[in-house]
Nanobody, 124 residues
Framework: QVQLVESGGGLVQAGGSLRLSCAAS????????MGWFRQALGKEREFVAA????????FYADSVKGRFTISRDNAKNTVYLQMNSLKPEDTTIYYC?????????????????WGQGTQVTVSS
């Protein structure tokens, strides 16, 4: 049974940093592309960042480019999202997702497995 468990969310002031983690189990992690998405209440889920199975390819939404960094540790079955220079508009629930593929998907419907989400709140 595949499980993705996010952690690291919380409350931070604008300009601050947080690092989200997503621990995966029940799958051969190194064969999976991983993504981060976010969804505010009443809005559609939004792509944030994605990383290929080897970590060599990454993609970012324009809204986070230069501020967020996605990375992975295949030995620990974990993907990370380092978030710097946080803004109040980054406040929402963040989800990680997994897809067994050599590509790097950036749309929600390309991912097969999802975590339960972690709340990030940025105060102004």
């Amino acid at each position: 049974q595949v499980q993705l468990v996010e952690s690291g969310g919380g409350l931070v002031q604008a300009g601050g940093s947080l690092r989200l983690s997503c621990a995966a189990s029940g799958l051969t992690f190194r064969n999976y592309a991983m993504g981060w998405f976010r969804q505010a209440l009443g809005k559609e889920r939004e792509f944030v960042a994605a990383i290929g199975w080897s970590g060599g390819r990454t993609f970012y939404a324009d809204s986070v480019k230069g501020r967020f960094t996605i990375s992975r540790d295949n030995a620990k079955n974990t993907v990370y999202l380092q978030m710097n220079s946080l803004k109040p508009e980054d406040t929402t629930i963040y989800y990680c997702a997994a897809r067994r593929t050599s590509r790097v998907p950036i749309t929600e419907d390309e991912y097969d497995y999802w975590g339960q989400g972690t709340q990030v709140t940025v105060s102004s």
